[in-house]
């Protein structure tokens, strides 16, 4: 069964905007979920993650200290929040779940279908 991502849309510049995965089945502590995105032309990158047990984190640069990775283990939910938002934060994002702390797309086992963010100048 596929993640169920969810949120998104169109926001002006310095805005925020909320995306959310619903992770189906049980969850163990040693997965890792995920958020990547993908412009058009260009391939899918990295954006944060969090492990499910302990809750660590790791974002990319390019979003560092204006995104923020969470997860709801009642609600088996991940959720992105996006803060400041610019005009190359548009994309098609994705949720993922894995098995491994990785930034490299390849390495995640299983994808939500994506939902686009528009950020307008």
């Known amino acids: 069964v596929q993640l169920q991502a969810s949120g998104g849309g169109l926001v002006q510049t310095g805005g925020s905007l909320r995306v959310s995965c619903k992770i189906p089945?049980?969850?163990?502590?040693?997965?890792?979920l995920g958020w990547f995105r993908q412009a058009p032309g260009k391939k899918r990158d990295f954006i944060a993650l969090?492990?499910?047990?302990?809750?660590?984190?790791m974002y990319a640069d390019s979003v560092k200290g204006r995104f923020t990775i969470s997860r709801d283990k009642a609600e088996n939910t991940v959720t992105l929040q996006m803060n400041a938002l610019k005009p190359e934060d548009t994309a098609v994002y994705y949720c993922?779940?894995?098995?491994?702390?990785?930034?490299?797309?390849?390495?995640?086992?299983?994808w939500g279908q994506g939902t686009q963010v528009t950020v307008s100048s």
């Open positions: 089945g049980r969850v163990y502590s040693s997965a890792v």
């Open positions: 993922a779940r894995g098995r491994y702390r990785s930034r490299a797309s390849e390495d995640w086992d299983s």
């Open positions: 969090i492990s499910w047990g302990a809750g660590h984190t």
